[in-house]
């Protein structure tokens, strides 16, 4: 064979493995854009919402992947009658949302009426001095409340000697990504944040410290 044909043969050979690389460059981003196509609703996110409450690595750890993804927050009233809420909704119908208000309640009505709303669920609870944080037993969803003793800078003459709290509640809808005590505490830590937050927007007069998080529930 001459040089002139061999330098042909090694050249082809050379074109068409660096055809069958950019072939392969191609395949891998279009497939990688596909990909991000489905899911990019969560990862666009950012990183905190709902004025600091939620952070977008506990919507991924919770809800599944989709296309498209809206959140938002809301607060309403003041003092005794403030509200604040905060979701994440998705286009495969699942969401993860919560509130906390303020609200003329003792510790006993709140529990009473968790437990005769929960059905056949078990309602566990964990205490940290006068915090109080619940969930219902459920594999798949449930719904996590916390209970914060407060004292409004203002209160109705009428509800004067009633005691009052800030009452916090999240809960996931549709599909989640995880079940079972992961998802009960990661609702009640997002309920605690939510009450915090709460608590300081009423300007509740008996504020102090608060830990940094609850206990953990024992069947994690």
Not at 91 to 104: F, H, I, K, T, Y
């Amino acid at each position: 064979m001459d040089k002139s044909m061999w330098s042909r043969e090694r050249m082809a050979t050379w074109k068409s493995g660096k055809g069958l690389a950019l072939c392969l460059v191609v395949l891998s981003l279009l497939g990688g854009a596909t990909w991000l196509f489905f899911i990019k609703g969560l990862y666009l996110l950012p990183e905190k919402m709902c004025e600091g409450t939620l952070e977008r690595s506990v919507v991924t750890k919770v809800l599944p992947n989709a296309r498209s993804v809206d959140n938002g927050s809301h607060s309403r009233g003041v003092g005794d009658n403030l509200s604040f809420s905060c979701y994440v909704t998705t286009s495969n119908d699942s969401s993860l949302s919560g509130e906390a208000r303020v609200q003329s309640s003792s510790s006993e009505e709140w529990l009473k009426r968790y437990q005769e709303n929960s059905g056949q669920k078990t309602v566990i609870r964990v205490s940290l001095g006068n915090i109080e944080a619940l969930a219902q037993i459920n594999s798949k969803s449930g719904t996590s409340s916390v209970y914060v003793p407060c004292t409004p800078p203002v209160v109705p003459e009428h509800n004067a000697s009633e005691p009052y709290a800030v009452i916090g509640e999240a809960r996931v809808d549709g599909s989640a990504e995880i079940g079972g005590g992961p998802l009960r505490q990661t609702l009640t830590d997002f309920a605690y944040r939510l009450t915090r937050h709460a608590y300081e927007l009423a300007e509740c007069k008996d504020a102090g410290a608060f830990p940094e998080e609850l206990p953990r529930y024992k069947d994690n």
